[in-house]
T-cell receptor
Framework: KAGVTQTPRYLIKTRGQQVTLSCSPISGHRSVSWYQQTPGQGLQFLFE???????NKGNFPGRFSGRQFSNSRSEMNVSTLELGDSALYLC??????????????FGEGSRLTVL | QQQVKQSPQSLIVQKGGISIINCAYENTAFDYFPWYQQFPGKGPALLIAIRPDVSEKKEGRFTISFNKSAKQFSLHIMDSQPGDSATYFCAAWLSYGGATNKLIFGTGTLLAVQP
């Protein structure tokens, strides 16, 4: 069974640009969450989607947005990039709403560098 | 308060020793407490998890101890091996009664097991 796939794995952008990251969850998983990982802040929750609906959102500015498609694939977008947006962006999938098993399956992440 | 406090930030243990990582939380709405292990270049992966109605859970060399009244939980790695060298994250699951899946992560502990 294929795991969570994130693309691209690495990318470099300059300040002011925008970026779109993609995530394909494990087959059958309908919940997709996004996390930002930085050395100083650890793993910070961005948002979660289930059945194309955003169910929860973390404390990030409106420049961070996402969406989920009918096949459960998800994208996140960051507009007007800032230096502080440099991070590893992790996507995680889980089976369904209320799975409540504590288990998220993470991809290997997209490493974003903003110059 | 949706925070999970984790310590120490880094830990060096000799092969065969015991590694202990501690976490504390304040929000009593958390209802599941997983630990994730992350190797360089990889996404976090679920290691072991516990529910608040259980005081201890053991899986092989890994044990979670949970103190509900103190709102603290810890990970013990017995007979630590160089292959255990990784970053460990405690987390707390906020399920909102099943309506969503949101993990709050601790800041991580970088464990190095010396041969």
């Amino acid at each position: 069974k294929a795991g969570v796939t994130q693309t691209p794995r690495y990318l470099i952008k300059t300040r002011g640009q925008q970026v779109t990251l993609s995530c394909s969850p494990i087959s059958g998983h309908r919940s997709v969450s996004w996390y930002q990982q930085t050395p100083g802040q650890g793993l910070q929750f961005l948002f979660e989607y289930f059945s194309e609906t955003q169910r929860n959102k973390g404390n990030f500015p409106g420049r961070f947005s996402g969406r989920q498609f009918s096949n459960s694939r998800s994208e996140m977008n960051v507009s007007t990039l800032e230096l502080g947006d440099s991070a590893l962006y992790l996507c995680a999938s889980s089976l369904a709403a209320g799975a409540n098993t504590g288990e998220l399956f993470f991809g290997e992440g997209s490493r974003l560098t903003v110059l | 308060q949706q925070q999970v406090k984790q310590s120490p930030q880094s830990l060096i243990v000799q092969k065969g020793g015991i590694s202990i990582i501690n976490c504390a939380y304040e929000n009593t709405a958390f209802d599941y407490f997983p630990w994730y292990q992350q190797f360089p270049g990889k996404g976090p992966a679920l290691l072991i998890a516990i529910r608040p109605d259980v005081s201890e859970k053991k899986e092989g060399r890994f044990t979670i101890s949970f103190n509900k009244s103190a709102k603290q939980f810890s990970l013990h790695i017995m007979d630590s091996q160089p292959g255990d060298s990784a970053t460990y994250f405690c987390a707390a699951w906020l399920s909102y009664g099943g309506a969503t899946n949101k993990l709050i992560f601790g800041t991580g502990t970088l464990l190095a097991v010396q041969p």
